[in-house]
């Protein structure tokens, strides 16, 4: 009796010196998940005027700034949604950031209309927007469609 409670302590006691020695890295990913970037290719609705794309251009202006590590673009035909992350440390300066690029790409693209925002809904909408065109193959109009629906959506919470 008393070998069979030594042996399932002994047991016990391996398996936990084991689990704690594993180094755990899942709660290592899921730490980092926000940080992760994904630096996805513009997205260029305006297939008429293709030579005249400034989508490239902005996500490079974009990424050139500081407390910005991954920023994802739509072109449309009139506006253009610049959906950006901001370094964890910058959180606190998002609004003068904002400001900041918002002046920044109206100096440079005065002919353009920019939307631009922080929100982490806005930039996963964009995302999603860029793998339907690319994988479910969807329309012209129903890139267009769920383009302004981002549109409203950030109009929404504003």
Request: positive net charge; glycine residues 2%; aromatic residues 8%.
């Amino acid at each position: 009796m008393i070998k069979n409670i030594v042996w399932l302590f002994m047991t016990a006691l391996f398996f936990l010196i084991v689990n704690g020695c594993s180094g755990n890295k899942d709660g290592e990913e899921a730490r980092l998940s926000l940080m992760n970037t994904t630096q996805p290719a513009p997205i260029e609705l305006n297939f008429q005027e293709k030579d005249k794309s400034v989508a490239y251009q902005v996500r490079e202006d974009v990424n050139k700034v500081d407390e910005i590590y991954d920023a994802a673009v739509i072109e449309g035909k009139k506006e253009i949604i610049v959906a950006y992350k901001v370094k964890h440390l910058q959180r606190f300066n998002m609004k003068k950031i904002e400001k900041k690029l918002q002046a920044q790409l109206k100096r440079k693209y005065p002919q353009k209309k920019f939307i631009v925002s922080s929100d982490y809904k806005i930039f996963l909408e964009a995302i999603r927007l860029k793998e339907a065109m690319e994988k479910e193959n969807i329309s012209t109009d129903e890139a267009k469609k769920r383009f302004k629906k981002i549109i409203n959506l950030e109009k929404e919470m504003t």
